[in-house]
Each structure stands twice: as C-alpha cells, then as structure tokens.
C-alpha cells in the first residue's frame, strides 16, 4: 500500500468540505486532480471512502475511521516542518489554555501530547469552562489563548479568531431507519421526527438559530448534556438528531449502529479555532501554541496568518 501526503490533503479537504468542488477550489487545484487523487486513494486502500450522493459526498464508515488517521499524518508532517524551522531554538514557559467541553473531548487531546513531545519545557495549563466565561478570561489576560467553537463567539472587538477546522453537521439516526431510504434529508421531514436535543457548548442555541430560519422546530423528546447519551437514544431508535462530523463516532456504547444522512435544508458547520486578546503582545510559549495548532490544520509550507501580535 502506497499513497501520497497530496492525497491525504484532498481527502481531508473533500471529507471537511462535502463535495469535490467545494474541496477543490478550497485547495485552489482542479475539480479533477481532486476526484482522481480520491479514487486513486480508495483504491490504494481497498475501501470506499465516500458515498457519492446527489449534492455531494459524505464519508462511509471506512471513512471516518481513516480521515483520524489522516489528520494525524497531516498534524506529523506540518510537526516535522516547524521542527526544522525551529531547529537549535529551545523554548521554556507555560501558557494557559482555555477549552470549552467539546474541544477538551473530541478534539484537543492528541494535539496536546504533540505539543508537549515538540516542547517538552512549556507547561500548558488547561482550563476547561463555558464560551462567555473563556472569552472574558481572555480578555481580562487570565487566559493566554484558547480553543472554541469560535462559530459563537460574541466579543469580536479585543478577541482576535482564527479558524481551524471545519466540521460538517448531519442527521443521526439508527440503522433501520427510515429516513435511512433518503440519501439526503430536509428539516421538514426532520422535524416529524422525536428529536434528541444536545446542549453542551450551546449546541441547542445553535440548532434553534438555524431551525428558527425555517418554519419547522425540532420535536424534542429529551435534552441533555452528554454526547453519549445523544448517540444510545439515536442508536437504540428513540429519536434523531443533527451534530457534527467531530463528534460522530459509528457505534455506541452498547454496540449498536449510528448512521449518517445529509440534510438539504443549509444547516452551518461547527467551527473550531483558537481565541486570543487582540490588544495584549503574546508570550512565547504562547505564540509557539497558536503557531503549532495554525500548522496542524494547514498546509505545510505556506506562511501561517499570525496575530497582529509578536512573540515577546
């Protein structure tokens, strides 16, 4: 088996963005160099990656269990082009992080075993709270940086943003189904269905904003604050509901099945970034962390977006 880190880059970029053409202009290539380096890909690993649908394209099971091993290759080598570029520099402190609840459990933990193998002398001191309580300790210089679902965050005028990853929401729902004949799901059909509401990280004010755009409101059977709740009941049947790609996992707790189906009503990503007080001069560590998680998600190689801000 042999594949490319250019493949790997269009994967990613397909699975985030849901169609080919979306990933393609995103990566600034041609529509086709996309589709041929995909299929060479599902070929060189013997298992489809995505299901072709009318709109786009979502990942099948196979799928989302190689796009976390592509994403860690991608984090490696972007690891391994900052390791050059810093190369004879060593770097001691700390820097204080702040994490809302989904980034500390879906998203930041295996970037911060990186973090600490690249910089084994910054100490990363985490604080894990609630988006308005982030943002006012960033602010107030109590937080060096942090990483949000920057999607909802308010206080754009001192808090400088910046995006990392995208994540596409989509309908849950159990395997027999029968949702599961439509390859692709309006709100309205959604909406006749018991509904299994998510509230942490204000992912029930975040479906509200987006159901209330529309004439339908969800039928709520049960809200709750755990993601693994929200996958049993969907997986056992009890009801449906819409979350993100980086909390979906195929299977819960108990072993059954959760599917995936796209909606065709717009339905916005969940976007994960880092936050920072645009008026402070960052620290060191500080900038070396923002400067490693720009480099994760990005393309190596290219310059990083910095802050209107330098390492002091």
């Not at 609630?130 to 754009?156: F, M, T, W, Y």
């Not at 059977?221 to 049947?237: C, K, N």
């Amino acid at each position: 088996m042999a594949f490319s880190f250019r493949q790997i880059r269009y994967f990613i970029a397909v699975a985030d963005a849901g169609q080919v053409s979306a990933a393609a202009a995103n990566l600034n290539v041609s529509q086709s160099a996309v589709s041929s380096a995909i299929r060479n890909l599902e070929t060189d690993l013997a298992a489809p990656l995505f299901q072709r649908l009318p709109g786009g394209v979502s990942l099948t099971y196979e799928g989302h269990q190689f796009l976390r091993h592509a994403q860690n290759i991608l984090a490696a080598v972007s690891e391994a082009s900052r390791s050059l570029r810093r190369s004879g520099k060593s770097l001691e402190g700390r820097v204080s992080v702040g994490l809302s609840y989904t980034v500390a459990g879906y998203f930041i933990p295996q970037l911060l075993t990186r973090f600490s193998k690249s910089f084994p002398d910054v100490r990363v001191d985490l604080r894990e709270t609630q988006r308005p309580e982030i943002e006012a300790e960033v602010e107030k210089g109590n937080l060096d940086i942090a990483v949000i679902l920057v999607s909802n965050l308010q206080n754009r005028d001192r808090i400088g943003s910046k995006l990392l990853v995208r994540s596409q929401r989509r309908l849950w729902l159990c395997a027999d189904h029968h949702l599961m004949a439509a390859d692709r799901v309006p709100l309205a059909d959604v909406a006749k269905e018991p509904y299994v509401m998510l509230s942490v990280d204000e992912a029930d004010q975040t479906a509200y904003r987006y159901w209330n755009k529309t004439p339908f409101r969800p039928n709520v059977l049960f809200t709750t604050s755990s993601v693994e709740a929200v996958r049993s009941m969907v997986a056992t049947g009890m009801g449906v509901t819409i979350l993100s790609d980086m909390v979906y996992r195929p299977w819960s707790l108990e072993g059954q099945h959760v599917e995936v189906r796209e909606l065709s009503d717009p339905v916005p990503s969940m976007d994960i970034g880092l936050i920072w007080n645009d008026e402070e001069e960052m620290s060191a560590p500080t900038m070396a962390f923002y400067e490693f998680l720009c480099l994760a998600f990005g393309d190596v190689g290219y310059g990083i977006p910095e802050p209107g801000l330098h390492a002091g």
